[in-house]
């Protein structure tokens, strides 16, 4: 049988009052890739990946995860997806061991299913010796680590990521990279939005340019930059 795309938007448009945020996007991403949304600022990723994380309604269109229609069984949609949220909030007084038990626990696992995950995404994301400690006390890349780790924990299908480098320190982002790749080698799909054309350029096997709230650009990173650099192409489509 054939796999769905792990990702699919029809239309999918929203506006705030009088600002359209986005105008109508038609997207695809297929199973396995490691894709990329780019879009200069304002352009309407935040608002695109909110939407794909059920977080935010869209006005018009339709959202699929794996084929599973978000408007239409969000609790099946979600449970394939892993985000990232924006910020902790008051998470950020729990220790790095209770967040991830906290969210496995939403997340419907088991509680030695939830110790398993924790101990083997501690030591991937080199976090083994911080679980005991108040994440509030964590660097921003440890923050980011341990926020991916959340959204990792049930072991999901897609992973919806808006800016996972931002205000990251270089060894963390190396470290956040090679944990993405794996994931992706092992069939996973990432769907990541960045202001960082060099690093989509690098990493992603698929890009999307954004640019006011429009899809202008889609494709491999080959075909979307032609026989420019992506950031060359970049600056000539926004
Ligand atoms: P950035 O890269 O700066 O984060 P972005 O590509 O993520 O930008 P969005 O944050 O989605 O873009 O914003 C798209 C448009 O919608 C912008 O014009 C923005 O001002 C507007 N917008 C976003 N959120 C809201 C909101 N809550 N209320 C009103 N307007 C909003």
């Given at each position: 049988?054939?796999?769905?795309?792990?990702?699919?938007?029809?239309?999918?448009?929203?506006?705030?009052?009088?600002?359209?945020?986005?105008?109508?996007i038609?997207?695809?991403?297929?199973?396995?890739?490691?894709?990329?949304?780019?879009?200069?600022?304002?352009?309407?990723?935040?608002?695109?990946?909110?939407?794909i994380?059920?977080?935010?309604?869209?006005?018009?269109?339709?959202?699929?995860?794996?084929?599973?229609?978000?408007?239409?069984?969000?609790?099946?949609?979600?449970?394939l997806?892993?985000?990232?949220?924006d910020r902790?909030r008051?998470?950020?007084?729990?220790t790095?061991?209770?967040?991830?038990?906290?969210?496995?626990?939403?997340?419907?696992?088991?509680?030695?299913?939830?110790?398993?995950?924790?101990?083997?995404?501690?030591?991937?994301?080199?976090?083994t010796?911080?679980?005991?400690?108040?994440?509030?006390?964590?660097?921003?890349?440890?923050?980011?680590?341990?926020?991916l780790?959340?959204?990792?924990?049930?072991?999901?299908?897609?992973?919806?990521l808006?800016?996972?480098?931002?205000?990251?320190?270089?060894?963390?982002?190396?470290?956040?990279?090679?944990?993405?790749?794996?994931?992706?080698?092992?069939?996973?799909?990432?769907?990541?939005?960045?202001?960082?054309?060099?690093?989509?350029?690098?990493?992603?096997?698929?890009?999307?340019?954004?640019?006011?709230?429009?899809?202008?650009?889609?494709?491999?990173?080959?075909?979307?930059?032609?026989?420019?650099?992506?950031?060359?192409r970049?600056?000539?489509?926004?």
């Amino acid at each position: 049988p054939e796999v769905p795309p792990a990702l699919v938007l029809r239309g999918v448009s929203r506006s705030y009052g009088g600002t359209t945020a986005v105008a109508g996007i038609d997207l695809t991403v297929p199973a396995g890739s490691f894709y990329g949304l780019v879009g200069p600022n304002g352009a309407g990723k935040t608002t695109t990946m909110s939407m794909i994380a059920g977080l935010l309604r869209p006005d018009r269109g339709e959202i699929s995860v794996a084929g599973v229609d978000l408007a239409k069984d969000p609790r099946a949609a979600k449970a394939l997806m892993g985000v990232l949220p924006d910020r902790l909030r008051t998470f950020d007084r729990l220790t790095g061991r209770q967040l991830l038990y906290y969210f496995g626990v939403l997340r419907g696992l088991k509680p030695d299913v939830v110790e398993s995950r924790t101990a083997d995404l501690a030591r991937a994301f080199d976090l083994t010796d911080a679980l005991g400690r108040v994440v509030s006390d964590y660097s921003a890349g440890m923050t980011k680590k341990i926020m991916l780790a959340a959204a990792m924990i049930h072991s999901p299908r897609l992973l919806v990521l808006d800016e996972p480098f931002e205000a990251v320190d270089p060894v963390s982002s190396a470290n956040i990279l090679e944990i993405l790749s794996t994931y992706v080698s092992r069939g996973g799909t990432v769907l990541l939005s960045s202001h960082g054309m060099d690093l989509i350029e690098r990493v992603c096997t698929r890009v999307a340019v954004i640019v006011a709230g429009q899809l202008l650009a889609e494709g491999t990173v080959e075909e979307v930059r032609g026989e420019l650099t992506l950031e060359q192409r970049f600056v000539e489509l926004s």
